[in-house]
């Protein structure tokens, strides 16, 4: 298979990350070949670090014949533009998480690439890392019997500080916990558990504004409102028959990660999904708990394979695993969490997607196919 091209957009704190791990770890299927971004500064910086021969415009990027892929790492409100307007440039899409800000722009995306015969994919990938993917085998292979529910709890801190340079985003739509962190957890339940059929919601905030507090922030004593919800809770009802429960705050301190699947014969602690790796606890029938080791690789920061995997798919036929199917369901399934707190009921999901499907066993550090 040949090297794609890739144009990164968006040259903030994530970008490091994936131009280390598609530079380094999936170099054999990826070529960074351009990088751009509103300030200009920050591209240059970014491609000093990583090699990277070309920095341009959007407009530049996006009408270079030789690019492939474009890799939106931009703000959650830019996301959808960037991916319709590389979209209509014929350009493959990965995007960063959340996939949109609206259902319909989510629609737009899906339907303007099943025309053009194009790929789109979407963060997070940390489900196609090590933790995850064992626990995929964990349960298919019917360690814990039949899934019945499972529990998925992030509580962290709040952006009160003001320490990260782009801290106001956290405070909208898109940066609060149930689009920024929450899809870590939702995408975990879903590969494991499959497409939900039916939420019912609950979305609170105790402030409508906060106060710089850490001197150090240039931000410090500023005032600043908090425009999207920051405790979210939600009973999710699968298809499968399998009942999740999901919290997602940012109020107070601390990092709290948690995620559980019960099952008949047992129940799986299954490593923080914001991450590749951790410890996997199963807990036995007859009362013994064991730590189960990896059966598959990618344990480290591996952000980027779901890019890398979707440049396999593309040359090859097959569904990428990080897909735009995946990523709209959890859109409808984070929307749905919104109108059943403000309609106070149920709410019925008309999207699905077809099962992700695992890493193959005997898979090698450097090859997503086996």
Same mark, same amino acid.
Request: charged share 20%; with cysteine.
């Given at each position: 298979?040949?090297?794609?091209?890739?144009?990164?957009?968006?040259?903030?704190?994530?970008?490091?990350?994936?131009?280390?791990?598609?530079?380094?770890?999936?170099?054999?299927?990826?070529?960074?070949?351009?990088?751009? *971004?509103?300030?200009?500064?920050?591209?240059?910086?970014?491609?000093?670090?990583?090699?990277?021969? %070309?920095?341009?415009?959007?407009?530049?990027?996006?009408?270079?014949?030789?690019?492939?892929?474009?890799?939106?790492?931009?703000?959650?409100?830019?996301?959808?533009?960037?991916?319709?307007?590389?979209?209509?440039?014929?350009?493959?899409?990965?995007?960063?998480?959340?996939?949109?800000?609206?259902?319909?722009?989510?629609?737009?995306?899906?339907?303007?690439?099943?025309?053009?015969?194009?790929?789109?994919?979407?963060?997070?990938?940390?489900?196609?890392?090590?933790?995850?993917?064992?626990?995929?085998?964990?349960?298919? *292979?019917?360690?814990?019997?039949?899934?019945?529910?499972?529990?998925?709890?992030?509580?962290?801190?709040?952006?009160?500080?003001?320490?990260?340079?782009?801290?106001?985003?956290?405070?909208?739509?898109?940066?609060?916990?149930?689009?920024?962190?929450?899809? $870590? $957890?939702?995408?975990?339940?879903?590969?494991?558990?499959?497409?939900?059929?039916?939420?019912?919601?609950?979305?609170?905030?105790?402030?409508?504004?906060?106060?710089?507090?850490?001197? %150090?922030?240039?931000?410090?004593?500023?005032? /600043?409102?908090?425009?999207?919800?920051?405790?979210?809770?939600? /009973?999710?009802?699968?298809?499968?028959?399998?009942?999740?429960?999901?919290?997602?705050?940012?109020?107070?301190?601390? $990092?709290?990660?948690?995620?559980?699947?019960?099952?008949?014969?047992?129940?799986?602690?299954?490593?923080?999904?914001?991450?590749?790796?951790?410890?996997?606890?199963?807990?036995?029938?007859?009362?013994?708990?064991?730590?189960?080791?990896?059966? @598959?690789?990618?344990?480290?920061?591996?952000?980027?394979?779901? /890019?890398?995997?979707?440049? $396999?798919?593309?040359?090859?036929?097959?569904?990428?695993?990080?897909?735009?199917?995946?990523?709209?369901?959890?859109? %409808?399934?984070?929307?749905?969490?919104?109108?059943?707190?403000?309609?106070?009921? @149920? /709410? @019925?999901?008309?999207?699905?997607?077809?099962?992700?499907?695992?890493?193959?066993?005997?898979?090698?550090?450097?090859?997503?196919?086996?």
């Amino acid at each position: 298979m040949r090297r794609m091209k890739v144009g990164v957009v968006g040259a903030g704190v994530i970008s490091d990350i994936y131009l280390k791990t598609c530079t380094e770890t999936f170099h054999y299927i990826l070529e960074i070949a351009a990088i751009a *971004d509103s300030v200009e500064e920050l591209a240059r910086k970014r491609a000093s670090e990583y090699g990277i021969p %070309k920095v341009c415009t959007l407009d530049e990027l996006l009408a270079d014949p030789e690019i492939d892929i474009v890799l939106n790492l931009t703000s959650p409100a830019a996301h959808a533009p960037i991916n319709l307007r590389a979209l209509h440039a014929g350009k493959h899409v990965y995007t960063e998480k959340p996939f949109a800000l609206s259902e319909k722009d989510a629609d737009e995306v899906l339907a303007l690439a099943k025309s053009k015969g194009l790929y789109v994919g979407c963060a997070p990938d940390t489900m196609l890392g090590a933790g995850v993917q064992t626990c995929i085998k964990l349960i298919q *292979d019917g360690w814990i019997g039949r899934p019945y529910a499972a529990n998925a709890v992030i509580v962290m801190g709040n952006s009160s500080g003001g320490m990260h340079p782009n801290f106001r985003n956290f405070l909208k739509l898109g940066g609060d916990p149930l689009f920024d962190m929450g899809p $870590y $957890y939702l995408t975990a339940m879903l590969t494991m558990l499959g497409p939900v059929r039916r939420v019912s919601g609950s979305a609170q905030q105790l402030n409508r504004e906060i106060t710089v507090s850490n001197p %150090k922030s240039p931000a410090y004593g500023q005032t /600043v409102p908090i425009e999207a919800p920051t405790n979210v809770s939600a /009973v999710l009802d699968f298809h499968s028959g399998a009942v999740g429960t999901f919290q997602a705050a940012k109020e107070s301190f601390g $990092y709290l990660p948690r995620m559980e699947i019960f099952g008949t014969e047992g129940n799986l602690t299954v490593p923080d999904p914001n991450f590749f790796s951790g410890p996997i606890k199963l807990q036995l029938a007859n009362g013994e708990t064991k730590e189960m080791p990896f059966s @598959h690789p990618f344990a480290e920061n591996s952000r980027g394979i779901g /890019v890398a995997d979707m440049a $396999y798919a593309i040359q090859s036929g097959r569904p990428n695993r990080a897909n735009g199917d995946i990523a709209r369901h959890l859109l %409808k399934v984070s929307f749905a969490i919104f109108e059943s707190s403000a309609s106070e009921r @149920h /709410v @019925h999901l008309k999207t699905t997607f077809e099962p992700i499907e695992p890493l193959p066993l005997g898979l090698k550090f450097n090859a997503l196919d086996a």
